[in-house]
T-cell receptor
Framework: EPEVTQTPSHQVTQMGQEVILRCVPISNHLYFYWYRQILGQKVEFLVSFYNNEISEKSEIFDDQFSVERPDGSNFTLKIRSTKLEDSAMYFC?????????????FGSGTRLTVV | GENVEQHPSTLSVQEGDSAVIKCTYSDSASNYFPWYKQELGKRPQLIIDIRSNVGEKKDQRIAVTLNKTAKHFSLHITETQPEDSAVYFCAARGRDDKIIFGKGTRLHILP
């Protein structure tokens, strides 16, 4: 079964440093998403991406965050200057389509720890 | 935007009994309702979903019901087993197309 692949599985970074989280969505999927989950809390929407641009972003997704699809296979989330409160599990997801007939496939996540 | 409420936050049931988790949503245009199971440290795994053109869907011991008028949907797990212990999230996909999650229910199956 096709999978969404995320790397690294765990990243530890110093506060103020930049991090890039990487995702390889399923190859025929067209819609891409980033979610985050702070430990013990619900999964929160960050951003959706379609046709090489952001479709929607949440209030969490401020100027410190950016997304990119640099080469047609990778989908990255960059946090420019990490804060302690950015520590969370970050999940990438992809979907074949944008309508109600399509569900998401989630990657296995990247655990980001900011120290 | 869409808002999804889920309860209870914690549920303990005896092995073999049934478990029911309930959710409500706010956006009447929502038309896709997935349920995810998340084991500790792992990704949310889709276990069942329902679309707005049906009222009930079953898959072995799992069933989901949807009441569009009341904007309620529920997950039912029958004959619970130890491996059903996990956090379960309901979610809804609304007019803005993104999936919004409930806060989760931690299900404990007691021996």
């Amino acid at each position: 079964e096709p999978e969404v692949t995320q790397t690294p599985s765990h990243q530890v970074t110093q506060m103020g440093q930049e991090v890039i989280l990487r995702c390889v969505p399923i190859s025929n999927h067209l819609y891409f998403y980033w979610y985050r989950q702070i430990l013990g809390q619900k999964v929160e929407f960050l951003v959706s991406f379609y046709n090489n641009e952001i479709s929607e972003k949440s209030e969490i997704f401020d100027d410190q965050f950016s997304v990119e699809r640099p080469d047609g296979s990778n989908f990255t989330l960059k946090i420019r200057s990490t804060k302690l409160e950015d520590s969370a599990m970050y999940f990438c997801a992809s979907s074949e389509g944008g309508g109600p007939d399509y569900g998401y496939t989630f990657g296995s996540g990247t655990r980001l720890t900011v120290v | 935007g869409e808002n999804v409420e889920q309860h209870p936050s914690t549920l303990s049931v005896q092995e073999g009994d049934s478990a029911v988790i309930k959710c409500t949503y706010s956006d009447s245009a929502s038309n896709y309702f997935p349920w995810y199971k998340q084991e500790l440290g792992k990704r949310p795994q889709l276990i069942i979903d329902i679309r707005s053109n049906v009222g009930e869907k079953k898959d072995q011991r799992i069933a989901v019901t949807l009441n569009k008028t009341a904007k309620h949907f529920s997950l039912h797990i029958t004959e619970t087993q130890p491996e059903d212990s996990a956090v379960y999230f309901c979610a809804a996909r609304g007019r803005d197309d993104k999936i919004i999650f409930g806060k989760g229910t931690r299900l404990h199956i007691l021996p």
